[in-house]
């Protein structure tokens, strides 16, 4: 059982396509998260929602918009992509914030062409 | 805004040794922060958590101190093992802030 898991795991595409990239937890959790880990291996946050509700928007272009269907899903929606979004994107989910423990998903790899 | 450095891109040492990884933030104390393992392809692994008015925690080889004064915390892994290699990663969660550190590619020889 896949405690968070994204799809799809690689993503291939081409400059000024749009994209989605989903993620769905089945570990009860109120808050989901995105990442995005660039070429020198840094993981920084985009995105946070707690029970459906956006709580953190980083500094992210407005081409990135997440979307939470419910508590157990977290898509993220890009348009108009460009190169220098390639990058590995990890999805994650907590109990709550702040003290609880983050789960990670495997990672969707994205390389735009 | 917050930093989290951690030291060296990489830290070779020899199995049975104590790895020690330093965590430094710049601005304020975080009320937590989180260490993670991170192995090539795959997502972080939460390891430990210490809070702000914690001194030390362990969890069986692992050992993480924090230390206001320095601004820093410690990790700490007795007893190395190959199996031990992986990046290690310093993670503010506390005050809003969900800052990572660069990690610290930890490589245990045999």
């Known amino acids: 059982d896949t405690a968070v898991s994204q799809t799809p795991k690689y993503l291939v595409t081409q400059m000024g396509n749009d994209k989605s990239i989903k993620c769905e937890q089945n570990l009860g959790h109120d808050t989901m998260y995105w990442y995005k880990q660039d070429s020198k291996k840094f993981l920084k946050i985009m995105f946070s929602?707690?029970?459906?509700?956006?709580?953190i928007n980083e500094t992210v272009p407005n081409r990135f918009s997440p979307k939470s269907p419910d508590k157990a899903h977290l898509n993220l929606h890009i348009n108009s992509l460009e190169l220098g979004d390639s990058a590995v994107y990890f999805c994650a989910s907590s109990l709550g914030t702040a003290e609880e423990t983050q789960y990670f998903g495997p990672g969707t790899r994205l390389l735009v062409l | 805004s917050q930093k989290i450095e951690q030291n060296s891109e990489a830290l070779n040492i020899q199995e049975g040794k104590t790895a020690t990884l330093t965590c430094n933030y710049t601005n304020y104390s975080p009320a937590y922060l989180q260490w993670y393992r991170q192995d090539p392809g795959r997502g972080p692994v939460f390891l430990l958590l210490?809070?702000?008015?914690?001194k030390e925690k362990r969890k069986e080889r692992l050992k993480v101190t924090f230390d206001t004064t320095l601004k820093q915390s410690l990790f700490h892994i007795t007893a190395s093992q190959p199996a031990d290699s992986a990046t290690y990663l310093c993670f503010d969660t506390g005050r809003r802030a969900l800052t990572f550190g660069s990690g610290t590619r930890l490589q245990v020889q045999p």
């Open positions: 929602y707690n029970n459906k509700e956006l709580i």
């Open positions: 210490i809070r702000e008015n914690e």
